[in-house]
């Protein structure tokens, strides 16, 4: 049985309680081997359904390393190809990646391919540093969070207009990666709660 809300931190630690949509992602992950299909890729599940902050409409969010993109679209568009919504996209990102889009029982997935190991890359790198925050901030932290992408924020923004981080909120919040626990600790308890 694949846990996709219980990825390990550093600590070996789940990262966040299963949520409801989380259990409907680990159940639909038990019926269907999207996992399974993507090993070759090095899969990781990331986002907001391990940090237990998802809200509803949030998607399950796969990374994969991948070098060989015809193999790898060609493996998706057999595997998915029948799954509503199905799409793939090329990203123009540094480097390149591919978006493979598609819906499983009324779950939105989208899988990020780069060719790029998947625990290296920025989707990953920013779920822990999240995770980190959120175990030093506790439920004042997540209930902000999650406030702020009730309302439409993505993820990366909610948390730097939470924490006061200035500029481009995905670098800001990998800049956040060097810091010890007590300086996120002292980050989140300088930062007062907006209205």
Sequence with gaps: MIRPALPPEPSGL??????????QA????????????????????????????????SDLD???????????????????????TFAIVEVPTTPGATVCRFEVEGLPV??????????????????????????????????RIRRLKEEGWKTEPAFARVLGLPGDPYDALLDLEALGDAALRT?????????
């Design 14 to 23: 789940p990262i966040g309680r299963l949520g409801p949509r989380a259990r």
């Design 62 to 84: 796969i990374l994969c390393e991948v070098h060989d993109r015809k193999a790898f679209t060609d493996t998706a568009a057999a595997a998915f190809g029948r799954f509503s």
């Design 110 to 143: 989208e899988i990020f391919a780069q060719p790029v190991p998947t625990r290296l890359q920025a989707g990953y790198r920013h779920m822990i540093v999240e995770a980190r925050l959120l175990r030093q901030g506790g439920h004042s932290l997540r209930r």
């Design 187 to 195: 980050l989140i308890a300088t930062r007062p709660e907006r209205p």
């Design 26 to 57: 680990a159940a639909m992950l038990d019926t269907h081997p999207i996992m399974e299909t993507l090993a070759p890729w090095d899969p990781v599940v990331v986002g907001t359904l391990p940090l237990g902050i998802d809200v509803p409409g």
